[in-house]
């Protein structure tokens, strides 16, 4: 017994070496250089549908069997990968039912797909393994009727009433398979050999199939021929420990936390296929601290779930490692008890989610250790007390306590609360959390899950412009006119943080006319930094009032259509003050009653003199 194992073990690995070596050495096939076929081989193999050996020959004319021919026709499509997962696990059960499949397991995925595409249905793939067809070599009709259906040309072929076919020995291509090498023909897949032979019975050899599946292949690419998959959705695979469950009666929630402790929510349906210890389950089994494996589709929503209830979780923080055999490690445990764990050889230790050597283990690091039915630790994961995360501030929610959310380069959200410890940088220079803005760089330090610093860069402004119109309202808006002068409304957060100048401000302070850069959350602006339009105006006449303890003068300016307007002057420091001779004057020079030019700014809805000529 231990022989013919032995032997099928021997067998399975050379075909595993014949189908799935990779292409990486497509080019340098040995053994075709000068071989009739060496342009569609290196074609075929470079597309990633036929593959060589592992001593980097293709032995191109080695005959093909069926089982071999499927496996190449699987693949011709690009497939993604969680959608050729979910069509393999579809079909895993039936064909693990199916007589002569032990030690074939192997080719379960790729004839997945030959039944998926219907190449051949579930009750022909059955019957060749039953009578062991599938083993034997591929004759050249039986490829022309399979890669007529694996280019989605089956149809066709069947729909044909009248067709002539143009080969010498048509006579002996049997009636059934007629269309489908007619359809081969007419796309210029097969086309016979210089003697206008078909020769339906002949064994096709590898470099043969390489051939026609090369112009198979440029036919679905110049045709752009692909399968329907409507039923089938990618998703991705999300691996962890359940933190929380969530029952509900048309949804369901379980809190997943992954080696690198992000937290994700995962919703859970009556489509959801769930699993524990293998075995059909409901999402009342599902408790906290057990092992899970997810698939989860674009809404999030698991399509399968299994779980896994044998692994026993401890949790704490090392106190010490000794990774010299026999190994041990020292935890403090969630109660304050200092407990030590025998170590085998063979255990996987981690940090921060990347596998590592148990020396590499740090004192005051928190730790989860595995533990299998006879408590014995199979898996360290371990996560550094002080970890920094980068990304972007998505937004900032000032309900007390305050939450902020970074979005990092995978996409990914972390919450982190923030408290008035937290030492506040910006730039790497000391700060204050009030100059923290939604749209920053962000790095956030923490021990033990808690933020103690956050260092954030100012990002840049999304889009900056001239404010045209301020609406107050249940929903605050306000127009921008960016520097071509298209004009923009947006609605403004409730939680806005607006800046003028280097002063906190409200919308209330905003002025039509102030340049601002905003910056963006969703749809609305989070944050407005703005500065007063700096244009200078010129004003002219009578001066009617001068208060020289808060230096304001008051005077009658005559507009250019000969009406008069109050206007406000307010003297500064700065403010220079001559006679028209241009000797210099000063504040108390101005009287009442006397004419004066003055060039003026406005600042904050007040004219602040920048001179004053006195006539």
């Known amino acids: 017994m231990k022989n013919k194992l032995s032997n099928k073990i021997l067998l399975l690995t050379v075909v595993f070496a014949m189908l799935l070596t990779t292409t990486a050495n497509a080019a340098a096939f040995t053994d075709i250089s000068s071989h009739w076929a060496k342009s569609y081989i290196q074609r075929v193999a470079a597309n990633g549908i036929v593959t060589g050996y592992d001593d980097g020959t293709f032995k191109p004319d080695n005959n093909v069997t069926v089982l071999e021919a499927l496996v190449m026709l699987s693949r011709l499509y690009d497939i993604d990968d969680d959608i050729r997962e979910e069509i393999a696990d579809k079909y895993e059960s039936s064909l ?101 032979n078909i020769n339906p019975s002949d064994k096709i050899t590898r470099a043969e199939i390489a051939t026609l599946l090369d112009k198979a292949y440029n036919y679905i690419d110049e045709n752009d021929v692909y399968p329907d998959f409507d039923d089938y959705q990618p998703t991705t695979s999300l691996s962890g420990i359940i933190t929380e469950v969530t029952v509900g009666s048309a949804e369901s929630y379980i809190y997943v936390k992954d080696d690198e402790e992000t937290e994700s929510i995962v919703k859970i349906n009556s489509d959801t296929d769930i699993y524990l210890n293998g075995k059909a389950a409901a ?51 969630e109660d304050d008890d200092k407990v030590t764990y025998d170590l085998p050889t063979d255990v996987a230790a981690y940090l921060d989610g990347a596998k590592v050597e148990l020396k590499k283990l740090v004192k005051n690091d928190e730790v989860t250790l595995y533990l299998d039915e006879d408590d014995k630790v199979y898996q360290i994961n371990s996560v550094s007390r002080i970890k920094e995360f980068d990304g972007t501030i998505s937004s900032i929610d000032y309900n007390y306590p305050i939450v902020i959310k970074i979005k990092n380069d995978s996409g990914i959200v ?37 933020m103690i610093a956050i260092n954030t860069i100012a990002a840049e402004a999304e889009m900056s412009g ?15 006119a960016d520097s071509s002068g298209t004009v923009t409304q947006y609605p403004v957060s409730s939680n806005v943080i607006i800046t003028i100048g280097s002063s906190t401000a409200t919308i209330y302070d905003l002025r039509i006319g102030y340049n601002v850069s905003v910056n ?68 108390k020079d101005i009287e009442e009653g006397e004419n004066i030019l003055s060039t003026a700014i406005s600042q904050s809805g007040v004219y602040v003199a920048a001179s004053i000529m006195i006539q």
């Open 520 to 587: 963006t959350s969703g749809n609305e602006i989070v944050t407005i930094e703005a500065s007063q339009l700096q244009t200078a105006k010129s004003f002219s006449g009578k001066v009617i009032y001068v208060n020289a303890d808060d230096k304001v003068i008051m005077m009658q300016n005559v507009k250019d259509n000969g009406q008069t307007e109050l206007i406000y002057l307010n003297v500064t420091s700065t403010t220079k003050i001559f006679d028209t001779t241009g000797a210099t004057k000063y504040f």
């Open 283 to 333: 999402v009342k089994d599902l408790k906290k601290d057990m092992l899970v494996s997810c698939k989860i589709n674009d809404t999030r929503v698991a399509v399968k779930l299994e779980a896994d209830s044998s692994t026993t979780l401890v949790r704490g923080t090392i106190y010490y490692v000794a990774y010299a055999s026999p190994a041990k490690i020292t935890i403090i445990d």
């Open 466 to 480: 001239t404010i045209k119109e301020i609406l107050i309202g249940t929903e605050n808006k306000i127009k921008i």
């Open 414 to 450: 972390k919450s982190f609360t923030f408290n008035s410890d937290v030492e506040v940088t910006r730039n790497d220079d000391e700060s204050s959390f009030d100059r923290v803005r939604v749209g920053d760089e962000v790095t956030i330090t923490t021990e033990y899950d808690e």
């Open 96 to 196: 693990k039912k199916m007589s002569n499949t032990l030690y074939n397991e192997w080719s379960f995925e790729y004839l997945s797909i030959i039944m998926e595409l219907g190449v051949v249905s579930e009750n022909g793939i059955s019957d060749m393994f039953s009578k062991k067809t599938i083993f034997q070599q591929a004759t050249r009709e039986e490829i022309a009727v399979l890669l007529t259906k694996a280019m989605m040309l089956g149809d066709e072929a069947q729909s044909l009433k009248v067709y002539t076919l143009p080969f010498a020995d048509a006579s002996k291509i049997s009636t059934s398979a007629r269309p489908y090498i007619y359809i081969m023909y007419d796309k210029d897949i097969m086309m016979g050999d210089s003697s206008k």
